[in-house]
């Protein structure tokens, strides 16, 4: 359940059983790159209580300071002011509690440093990856178990690999590299153009004010057909015909730009985010995942792969025995001390 909360906590960019402070306005109870734990199914709180919720500008872990019939009043306890003084903030409603921080004798339960470790290794790794070594651990965990008991006194001779491990890490796998593929097939289209007084002069140059079109070509490269789907990226621009489609192998489609010139005179550059899915499942199952978050038809479609290869280990009838036996050798005290082989 930790695994599955922790990726479903990456796909969906919200925190779900554990998150960590990136300010300091919760010290000292809460210091900047702490990581706390959090109960998702306590989502109403009362004065005192620190609480996890979104507002505009993302996720916040902050104490309830006073209630009131519009929601919470919250305040981090290092801050002077309520987030709400002013009118900075609306009050907290509970839709937007993720839930309520773990406390023990009412001091939160805290990692000192771990968010700041975790923040870290995000540097290093995509969410992509992440999910992929989250994947994997969750693999080694459910599988390498089991088996019979063995007494204590003798110490085991060989390394045992069961074939269940090795075919779940294979599985896990498989289901890793086609999340890594797909996402690393999506892209994006862009163009430039200037904003200039000198507008028509020069291919590229529009008055300020003007608007024109732009064709964007998006092809199929592979002989499987895809589900696409484009969006724009900024302001700015807009996309006038289909934004899902679905394109045959060697085909393509294009996409329809519409692009108001801003009246500040510079160069713009104008994107459109490509994403695109294998045609295996139903397309407007696909849409209306994608809809929700891009992240996860990746979701759906791990499931379908997860699903085929359980079928397989069935059907397969894969035995439950060792297949891999590494020897091993007791050396005594002495030798170890020494270094000797």
Not at 4 to 26: C, H, K, N, Q, W
Not at 249 to 276: C, L, M, Q, W
Not at 327 to 340: A, E, I, N, W
Request: net charge positive; charged share 20%.
């Amino acid at each position: 359940m930790f695994l599955t909360a922790s990726v479903a906590g990456f796909l969906l960019d919200r925190p779900i059983l554990i998150s960590y402070a990136y300010s300091e306005s919760m010290t000292p109870t809460i210091n900047k790159g702490d990581l706390f734990f959090i109960n998702p199914l306590s989502r109403t709180g009362d004065v005192g209580d620190i609480i996890v919720f979104h507002r505009r500008d993302g996720w916040t872990v902050h104490r309830i300071f006073a209630v009131s019939e519009n929601g919470y009043l919250t305040k981090g306890d290092n801050n002077v002011a309520t987030d709400q003084q002013d009118g900075i903030y609306p009050p907290v409603k509970p839709s937007d509690v993720a839930g309520k921080v773990i406390t023990l004798s009412g001091h939160p339960l805290v990692i000192r440093g771990g968010g700041a470790f975790i923040e870290s290794m995000r540097k290093r790794l995509t969410s992509v990856y992440a999910v992929v070594i989250f994947l994997i651990l969750g693999a080694f965990l459910t599988f390498s178990g089991g088996g019979k008991k063995r007494s204590h006194s003798k110490r085991r001779k060989f390394i045992r690999v069961r074939a269940r491990t090795l075919y779940a890490v294979l599985s896990v796998g498989i289901i890793a590299g086609f999340i890594f593929v797909t996402v690393a097939s999506w892209g994006t289209l862009a163009f430039t153009y200037s904003s200039t007084l000198a507008g028509g002069q020069k291919e590229g140059w529009y008055l300020p004010g003007s608007s024109f079109e732009r064709n964007l070509t998006v092809k199929n490269s592979a002989v499987y057909p895809f589900y696409y789907f484009v969006g724009e990226k900024g302001e700015g621009a807009e996309i006038t015909n289909a934004r899902a489609f679905k394109l045959g192998g060697g085909s393509f489609h294009n996409v329809t730009v519409d692009v108001k010139v801003p009246a500040d005179t510079r160069i713009y550059r104008v994107e459109v985010a490509v994403r695109s899915y294998p045609a295996i499942l139903p397309g407007n199952l696909v849409a209306a995942l994608y809809g929700a978050n891009p992240y996860l038809p990746l979701v759906a479609y791990s499931a379908e792969l997860a699903l085929v290869l359980l079928a397989f280990y069935r059907l397969a009838d894969i035995a439950d025995g060792d297949v891999l036996r590494i020897r091993t050798r007791r050396r005594s005290l002495l030798s170890k001390l020494m270094g000797d082989g």
